[in-house]
């Protein structure tokens, strides 16, 4: 059982160069959402999805894009990456109804933008 | 989300038992407290959560006091490898089709001691 799987773990970015992280997770769970983490901060929500084809903005949507054309895919996207953007992402996923809302988090992506 | 309010850091012996205390002074009825554990970077992990009866799992206790205004996480027999950052928060149960975006606080980094 493979959980929620985030690709790549780690990336270096130009700014102003645009890249997708992945996020998939093989559970059927109905809602995904991303979170960065910056150094000594805990996590904030960048945008979310509670099903496939609807998202919505987080704490922190500026830079970013998603889509959810799939249950399993809920990838990020950086249009033009910023320095400001360097952090460690995560990608959680949580199951459908209201018996069990445990939240599964992904490994990370750690994003460095030069 | 009633906001919360942890202490920094704490350290415990292993094999003793780690109490680790959560201020929610502002919860309402509707509320539950959840608790999520941060190992080194890694994508947080689901621990427990809480309406008002004190809950037990394989993981750890979580005390309720009766007005629901604190909390307090119980790793009964704390080991070297629950050193992590422990995360209060409190928020609405969510249901089917509903947003289960997680408000992260900075925690209380954990550390047990040999």
């Known amino acids: 059982n493979a959980g929620v799987t985030q690709t790549p773990k780690f990336q270096v970015l130009k700014t102003g160069q645009s890249m997708t992280l992945q996020c998939a997770q093989d559970?059927?769970?109905?809602?995904m959402s991303w979170y960065r983490q910056d150094p000594g901060m805990g996590l904030r929500l960048i945008h979310y999805s509670v099903g496939a084809g609807i998202t919505d903005q987080g704490e922190v949507p500026n830079g970013y894009n998603v889509s959810r054309s799939t249950t399993e895919d809920f990838p990020l996207r950086l249009l033009s990456a910023a320095p400001s953007q360097t952090s460690v992402y995560f990608c959680a996923s949580s199951p459908r109804g209201a018996t069990n809302t445990e939240a599964f988090f992904g490994q990370g992506t750690r994003l460095t933008v030069v | 989300d009633a906001k919360t309010t942890q202490p920094p850091s704490m350290d415990c012996a292993e094999g003793r038992a780690a109490n680790l205390p959560c201020n929610h002074s502002?919860?309402?009825?509707?509320?539950?407290v959840y608790w999520y554990r941060q190992i080194h970077s890694q994508g947080p992990q689901y621990i427990i959560h809480?309406?008002?009866n004190n809950e037990t799992n394989e993981m750890a206790s979580l005390i309720i006091t009766e007005d629901r205004k604190s909390s307090t996480l119980i790793l009964p027999h704390a080991t070297l490898r629950d050193t992590a950052v422990y995360y209060c928060i409190v928020r609405v149960y969510p249901v089917s089709g509903s947003a289960r975006q997680l408000t992260f606080g900075s925690g209380t980094q954990l550390t047990v001691l040999p």
């Open positions: 502002t919860i309402s009825g509707n509320e539950y």
């Open positions: 809480g309406l008002k």
């Open positions: 559970m059927n769970h109905e809602y």
